[in-house]
């Protein structure tokens, strides 16, 4: 007998309803971290930027509006959320080549980028050496990947995917894998108390 799909957290998979109101409200809630994460790609005078994990859209629309990109890209697995994306986007495709797709942290597009950010999503990459690896792959010699993690410090939920997350000490993990990956860190902010900004380039 065929089994079930199991349906997965409204963080991890918006979808329906509920996803619209989630997607809202983590706008809402990520607000500060939109602005920290432009204000750290603005040091790399960025054409291209990739978001992996985009969600509504917020932080795409307003990376192409004031950094006056001529390339947008987007990953993200919610069928809600490429809607919702492509929706809030589609005027700015006049001015800026947009490839807004569905996808995940194992399957981006060609790079390179000058930015390549992730906003609350990195919690879900299951192999997050990889997904580093395959980000560094895509970046611009001079780029910036830009990490705002979520943390969690010792209370993070069983069903978060990636392992560094659920280690209790997720920020020093990270750093470590991004060095790992060929990556060094060049910045480090707390956004809020549930939000690390890591900021770093290709080592060397
Ligand atoms: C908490 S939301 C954050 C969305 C957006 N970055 C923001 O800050 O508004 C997490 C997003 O990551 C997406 N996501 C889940 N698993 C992912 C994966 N493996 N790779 C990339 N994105 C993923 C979800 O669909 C969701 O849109």
């Known amino acids: 007998m ?9 963080a991890m998979r918006p979808s329906g309803r509920v996803g619209r109101v989630f997607g809202w409200v983590m706008a809402r809630l990520n ?8 204000a750290q790609a603005r040091a790399a ?7 992996i994990g985009f969600g509504t859209g917020h932080l795409l629309k307003t990376a192409v ?17 490429v809607e919702t994306a492509r929706k809030r986007m589609k005027r700015l495709a006049k001015k800026t080549a947009l490839d807004i797709r569905m996808g995940d942290d194992t399957a981006l597009p060609e790079g390179p980028f000058d930015v390549i950010a992730a906003l609350h999503s990195f919690q879900f990459w299951s192999d997050p050496e990889a997904a580093l ?7 611009a010699p001079d780029g910036r990947l830009i990490l705002v993690l979520r943390v969690h410090g010792r209370r993070t939920p069983k069903w978060i995917p990636n392992p ?8 020093a993990e ?12 060049v910045g480090m902010q707390g ?3 549930a939000s690390q900004g890591i900021v770093a380039r290709i080592s060397g």
């Open 133 to 139: 690896r395959r980000a560094r792959e895509r970046l």
């Open 191 to 193: 956004i809020s108390k």
């Open 31 to 38: 607000r500060d971290a939109y602005r920290w994460t432009v």
């Open 65 to 81: 509006k004031s950094l006056k990109l001529e390339r947008a890209s987007g990953v993200d697995p919610s069928e809600l959320m």
């Open 2 to 10: 065929a089994q079930a799909k199991k349906k997965l957290p409204q």
């Open 174 to 185: 990270t750093c470590t894998a991004l060095q790992r990956a060929g990556f060094s860190v």
């Open 164 to 171: 560094l997350s659920r280690t209790g000490n997720e920020i």
């Open 45 to 51: 005078n960025p054409k291209s930027f990739l978001e």
